[in-house]
C-alpha cells in the first residue's frame, strides 16, 4: 500500500513564501513522475508542476517563475512557493505516478490560504 503526506500548508501574507513536502512511503521503489496539483473552493483540481525521475519539470503558467518543484530521492517531492499571491489559495495535493503499473497515488492535501 502507497501512503502520501503533505505538510508544510498554513496562512501567508501576500508576497510571502511556503515550502510543501510530500513523503511517499510503501512497497513501490520509485515512482517515475512526482508532483503537485491544487483545488480551489468551487474549481476544478489543477496541475500545478510536475518533476520526473530525470529531473525534467513541468509548470502551470499561472506559477511559472514563482514556484519550483524539487525531488531529493525517488519518494520525496518538495513545492517552493515565492511570492504568493491570494489566487494560490487553495488545497494542495500532492501525486506520484508509477509507470511499472499506469496508477496515480495521491495524498490527501493540505491548505494554503494566502491573505492579502
Known amino acids: 500500500q502507497v501512503q502520501l503526506v503533505e505538510s508544510g500548508g498554513g496562512l501567508v501574507q501576500a508576497g510571502g513564501s511556503l515550502r510543501l513536502s510530500c513523503a511517499a512511503s510503501g512497497s513501490i521503489f520509485s515512482f517515475y513522475a512526482m508532483g503537485w496539483y491544487r483545488q480551489a473552493p468551487g474549481k476544478q483540481r489543477d496541475l500545478v508542476a510536475t518533476?520526473?525521475?530525470?529531473?525534467?519539470t513541468k509548470y502551470a503558467d499561472l506559477v511559472k517563475g514563482r514556484f519550483t518543484v524539487s525531488r531529493d530521492n525517488a519518494k520525496n517531492v518538495y513545492l517552493q512557493m515565492d511570492s504568493l499571491k491570494p489566487e494560490d489559495t487553495a488545497v494542495y495535493y500532492c501525486y506520484a505516478f508509477n509507470n511499472a503499473n499506469g496508477l496515480n497515488y495521491w495524498g490527501k492535501g493540505t491548505l494554503v490560504t494566502v491573505s492579502s
Open positions: 518533476v520526473t525521475s530525470g529531473g525534467s
